[in-house]
């Protein structure tokens, strides 16, 4: 890693370094253990730092550690932090934004984290807007910094971490593992990753990862690794909402987002955080012209009054807006059940998915046999339901009656499964689509 100063040294240095075989703009702020305010003039540097990677059209890293704005110059220190994320809003969807959290990042400054699209957390970091002080005055809970907001919370918690690392040069590290599937910016093509590995690899094992019964748990990563580029794949919050698996991988040479239900955690039902965690990768993936690939597992939305309550209809619609606004080739495979609503927000094909494949194995429905029997047939002896569940598996629970309704593409052997993968994304490479002019959405936060 190479680095060229482009600011006289000071407590945040703005350089251009090559992270790989990229350059990156990385401005360093306070160095992990030391305490620093964010003062007016820290925050113009930030903000300089961000404006120079959005004239250069180069992805920007910011490595931060601040005690919060500082105190002593007024409001002077929030106009500065409330600049950089004014900018560093600027630069969303435009250039990739990483943010390293390399000490302590309190107070209003802590927000640049939430703004940018890959948190990584150092092991001795913590964040967070209310200290322990606060939090122990308004509701009597005492807590120490990393109880309340250290790497551990944020990475399995609070969903800010997308990685965690022991220190700083591994942090950089990871984004520069990161930055290898990303483009420089938004009007720029995503790079093509050298492999070995045959696209027309059949996918012998694949298929024996399935369970003998409906119920049964099985890891979906190992799915995604029979099937990608040499077996690579750079999951993003791994510990926060694991009913899903979103991350990074290759096919064919081609950078791909994948999305996955994970039938080890929840039986891969969709809950609020899944639905959030889910919804912003499919949206950064879209800004920056990474196609998608969707394996579909769930039995539907996790049911329970306090998700309701706490809005599952609103948050599981994020899900669903993110994928019916995507533009990048989408293409889908339902290795099992894939039912309700469900159905309709892991990327069905008409929320604008490209291709949909299915497995034998897949099971597209308003619901299981036995709660449909269990509508349908209310009055049914516990014998006759037997033979009810029976006969409904046979007609509904299978692929073809969604095939017959164009819901799905093609049923594949799954030991076709990569080089079908494949080739669905090597057709969809020059898709291209014209959007409505208009000033922007409105995303259902």
């Known amino acids: ?66 005690t919060g704005v500082a105190v002593a110059g007024g409001i002077a220190g929030s106009i500065a ?46 964040c967070y807007l209310s200290g322990p002080k606060n939090v122990e005055t308004y509701t009597g809970v005492a807590l120490s910094a990393v109880e309340l907001g250290g790497a551990g919370v944020h990475g399995q918690t609070s969903g ?23 483009p420089d910016h938004n009007e720029d093509l995503p790079p093509t990753l050298p492999t070995a590995d045959p696209s027309q690899r059949l996918t012998d094992d694949v298929g024996q990862l399935m369970p003998d019964t409906p119920t049964g748990s099985y890891d979906v990563r190992d799915v995604i690794t ?42 891969g039902s969709i809950d609020i955080a899944a639905s959030q965690k889910g919804a912003r990768f499919v949206a950064m993936c879209d800004a920056f012209a990474i196609p998608l690939l969707t394996l579909v597992d769930t039995s539907g939305f996790l049911p329970g009054k306090d998700l309701e309550w706490r809005g599952m209809i609103r948050h599981g619609a994020q899900l669903a807006f993110a994928y019916a606004r995507a533009t990048v080739p989408r293409v ?3 290795l099992r059940k894939s039912y309700g609503g469900a159905y309709i927000v892991m990327d069905s094909v008409n929320m604008g998915n490209d291709v949909m494949f299915a497995w034998p194995t897949a099971e597209v429905a308003v619901m299981g046999a036995k709660g449909a029997v269990e509508i349908l047939h ?68």
């Not at 990608?228 to 987002?257: H, I, K, Y």
Request: aromatic residues 6%; proline residues 5%.
């Open 1 to 66: 890693m190479t680095a060229t100063d482009l600011t006289k040294p000071g407590q945040i240095r703005v350089t251009t370094e090559v992270l790989g075989e990229r350059r990156a703009v990385v401005a360093r702020t306070v160095f992990p253990g030391e305490d620093s305010e964010l003062t007016d003039e820290l925050g113009r540097q930030l903000t300089e730092g961000i404006q120079l990677a959005l004239d250069k059209r180069m992805p920007f890293v910011m490595v931060l550690s601040t």
């Open 81 to 126: 932090w409330a600049k950089a994320a004014s900018r560093l809003t600027s630069a969303s969807g435009v250039i990739p934004t990483f943010a390293v959290a390399a000490g302590p990042v309190l107070s209003g400054p802590a927000l640049l984290l939430g703004l940018v699209d890959v948190v990584v957390f150092c092991q001795d970091a913590y």
């Open 160 to 182: 800010l971490a997308s990685l965690t690392a022991p220190d700083v040069d591994q942090a950089m590290e990871m984004v520069t593992d990161v930055l290898a599937y990303l």
């Open 226 to 267: 029979e099937v990608v580029d040499d077996g690579e794949f750079l999951e993003l919050r791994s510990q926060w909402a694991p009913n899903v698996v979103t991350g990074l991988a290759s096919l064919a040479g081609m950078a791909v987002g994948v999305v996955a239900n994970q039938p080890r955690s929840l039986a």
């Open 332 to 334: 889908g495979l339902i």
């Open 378 to 445: 209310r009055k049914a002896s516990e014998e006759e339901r037997v033979e009810l569940v029976e006969q409904y598996e046979a007609q509904y629970l299978t692929p073809y009656p969604a095939a017959e309704r164009q819901s799905i593409s093609t049923v594949i052997d799954p030991a076709d499964t990569r080089r079908e993968l494949a080739a669905a994304f090597t057709m969809l490479s020059t898709k291209r689509e014209r959007l409505r002019s208009r000033k922007h959405d409105n995303t259902p936060l």
